[in-house]
Nanobody, 123 residues
Framework: QVQLVESGGGLVQAGGSLRLSCSAS????????MGWFRQAPGKERESVAR???????YYADFVEGRFTISRDNAKNTVYLQMNNLKPEDTAVYYC?????????????????WGQGTQVTVSS
């Protein structure tokens, strides 16, 4: 079982930036796809960005070029650089991992989840 620990959340003003990190242990990080998801109060969890084991990346439409997902296999870490943040980006952000190679096109493909980190963007 993969253990995932997120960090880097916090309070930022609109237009500001944050960098989220997710450290993985206990699994085959380099052969797993990783994803960032978020859940705002009263809303369903949604995909933000996903990166495959060969670093193919996918972003939700609402990202609009503001976020960048990346991974460092030597450090077993995935990052989400978030720029030009908006109040509507306020949510708990979760890191997730697939359990090895395979599909990573939908939330159900991700079997391991972190505890989440709060991102709050003030207007």
């Amino acid at each position: 079982q993969v253990q995932l620990v997120e960090s880097g959340g916090g309070l930022v003003q609109a237009g500001g930036s944050l960098r989220l990190s997710c450290s993985a242990s206990g699994g085959t990080f380099s052969r797993s796809a990783m994803g960032w998801f978020r859940q705002a109060p009263g809303k369903e969890r949604e995909s933000v960005a996903r990166i495959g084991w060969i670093s193919s990346v996918y972003y939700a439409d609402f990202v609009e070029g503001r976020f960048t997902i990346s991974r460092d296999n030597a450090k077993n870490t995935v990052y989400l650089q978030m720029n030009n943040l908006k109040p509507e980006d306020t949510a708990v952000y979760y890191c997730a991992s697939t359990n090895g190679p395979g599909s990573y096109s939908k939330e159900a493909d991700f079997g391991s989840w972190g505890q989440g980190t709060q991102v709050t963007v003030s207007s």
